[in-house]
């Protein structure tokens, strides 16, 4: 029977770019959707697709299924179910709440429950199993600080939001699977920016929410060290890896990948980059055990409290991915990264009207 390359969040910016490479190369793809509508490159462009009707779709196509990995059966009917797992010859689970500020159980039902929902649907109980590429998160590494491996989980780290708790939790469950012979490979972006040529990006989420509070002067003091670290990697980059996995799965098989930047940028490079755009106001970081937040303005605060927080360790961690195994199976580096991809992500964010320009 031909089969098809199934692959979860096809409309979230990952998946959609990963559907959209896929299907150049030939392959036939079904495309897991949650919410209704196209499914959407990051440069805006929208991709032709068909209805999912319990075959695999033409090569170099794909067809559209609506279900819920937060659901039992992954919120499909029965029969649609064992159609879609007869056809299924691999998964690239991209599904994933990545924006903070959600209650736990929100993160724990979609990215751990629906994770471990996509390793029951990997393994029929009398057939092979599939093949499955899990995207989980380099920042599984919490709060520890220093190199953290590509084999490194459960250091006794102190994971510093929900949405870190959850992917731990889920990366644990598929580790598990793989013990048990489900053949799977684990995944790890870091921060996933804009494009690494035009720094384009569809959605402005994470880092970007941050920079938009600085940049325009809402947000002028924060906790933080400038020797910390941010790990960032360009979509298409990442992308890039996600579909050569999937086609060096045999050598991928059992191993978890590092899809981080050989150098992470430090809090004092991108301060450095926010100096260069005069319409930027440049933030100050002040050590956590001396920061006040009730010293702020009342605006301030009120950012403070409902954005930056949520980033706030982020701002104190220095950690370095390792890539030893990444780099002997997927060799290429982002075309762009640091100082030079913060460059063409904040020119982006300007062009179009994210970052406005400061306050007095």
Same mark, same amino acid.
């Given at each position: 029977?031909?089969?098809?390359?199934?692959?979860?969040?096809?409309?979230?910016?990952?998946g959609?770019?990963?559907?959209?490479?896929?299907?150049?190369?030939?392959?036939?793809?079904?495309?897991?959707?949650?919410?209704e509508?196209?499914?959407?490159r990051?440069?805006?462009?929208?991709?032709?697709a068909?209805?999912?009707?319990?075959?695999?779709?033409?090569?170099?196509?794909?067809?559209?299924?609506?279900?819920?990995?937060?659901?039992?059966?992954?919120?499909?009917?029965?029969?649609?179910?064992?159609?879609?797992? #007869?056809?299924?010859g691999?998964?690239?689970?991209c599904? #994933?709440?990545?924006?903070?500020?959600?209650?736990?159980?929100?993160?724990?039902?979609i990215?751990?429950?629906?994770?471990e929902?996509?390793?029951e649907?990997?393994?029929?109980?009398?057939?092979?199993?599939?093949?499955?590429?899990?995207?989980?998160?380099?920042y599984?590494?919490?709060?520890?600080?220093?190199?953290f491996?590509?084999d490194?989980?459960? !250091?006794?780290? %102190?994971?510093?939001?929900?949405?870190?708790?959850?992917?731990?939790r889920?990366?644990?469950?598929?580790?598990?699977?793989? %013990?048990?012979?489900?053949?799977?490979?684990?995944?790890?972006?870091s921060?996933?920016?804009?494009?690494?040529?035009?720094?384009?990006?569809?959605?402005?989420?994470? !880092?970007?929410?941050?920079?938009?509070?600085?940049? #325009?002067?809402?947000? %002028?003091?924060?906790p933080?060290?400038?020797?910390?670290?941010?790990?960032?990697?360009?979509?298409?980059?990442?992308a890039?890896? /996600?579909?050569?996995?999937?086609?060096?799965?045999? !050598?991928?098989?059992?191993r978890?990948?590092?899809?981080?930047s050989?150098?992470?940028?430090?809090?004092?490079?991108?301060?450095?980059?926010?100096?260069?755009?005069?319409?930027?106001?440049?933030?100050?970081?002040?050590?956590?055990?001396?920061?006040?937040a009730?010293a702020?303005?009342?605006?301030e605060?009120?950012?403070?409290?409902?954005? /930056?927080?949520?980033?706030?360790?982020?701002?104190t %961690?220095?950690?370095?991915?390792?890539?030893?195994?990444?780099?002997?199976?997927?060799? #290429?580096?982002?075309?762009?990264?640091?100082?030079t991809?913060?460059?063409?992500?904040?020119?982006?964010?300007?062009?179009?009207?994210?970052?406005?320009?400061?306050?007095?």
């Amino acid at each position: 029977m031909n089969k098809h390359v199934l692959v979860t969040g096809a409309r979230g910016l990952l998946g959609a770019e990963v559907i959209a490479r896929l299907t150049a190369m030939g392959y036939p793809v079904v495309a897991f959707l949650r919410s209704e509508g196209p499914v959407v490159r990051n440069d805006g462009t929208p991709l032709a697709a068909t209805t999912y009707d319990g075959h695999t779709p033409s090569a170099g196509t794909f067809a559209c299924v609506r279900g819920d990995v937060a659901e039992p059966h992954l919120g499909l009917d029965p029969h649609t179910y064992e159609a879609l797992r #007869a056809t299924t010859g691999t998964i690239v689970h991209c599904a #994933a709440l990545t924006s903070f500020g959600r209650k736990p159980e929100v993160y724990d039902a979609i990215n751990f429950r629906g994770t471990e929902r996509i390793v029951e649907f990997a393994q029929p109980r009398d057939e092979a199993p599939i093949p499955l590429l899990y995207v989980s998160t380099a920042y599984v590494c919490g709060e520890r600080p220093g190199v953290f491996s590509e084999d490194d989980l459960d !250091l006794g780290q %102190r994971l510093g939001n929900p949405y870190e708790q959850s992917k731990y939790r889920a990366e644990q469950s598929v580790r598990a699977a793989m %013990r048990s012979g489900l053949p799977a490979a684990v995944l790890r972006p870091s921060i996933i920016v804009g494009d690494s040529a035009s720094g384009v990006i569809r959605k402005f989420d994470t !880092l970007y929410t941050v920079v938009r509070l600085t940049a #325009a002067g809402l947000v %002028r003091t924060m906790p933080g060290d400038y020797g910390a670290t941010l790990n960032i990697v360009p979509i298409d980059w990442v992308a890039d890896c /996600v579909v050569e996995a999937l086609v060096k799965f045999p !050598l991928v098989r059992g191993r978890t990948l590092h899809l981080t930047s050989g150098a992470p940028t430090t809090l004092r490079e991108i301060n450095d980059v926010c100096a260069e755009f005069p319409s930027f106001h440049v933030p100050r970081y002040v050590p956590r055990h001396v920061f006040d937040a009730a010293a702020m303005k009342p605006l301030e605060r009120r950012y403070y409290d409902e954005v /930056v927080k949520l980033y706030e360790s982020y701002l104190t %961690r220095q950690v370095r991915f390792a890539r030893d195994a990444t780099a002997a199976i997927l060799p #290429a580096l982002p075309r762009a990264t640091g100082k030079t991809l913060l460059r063409r992500i904040f020119r982006y964010g300007i062009a179009a009207g994210y970052f406005v320009p400061r306050t007095a």
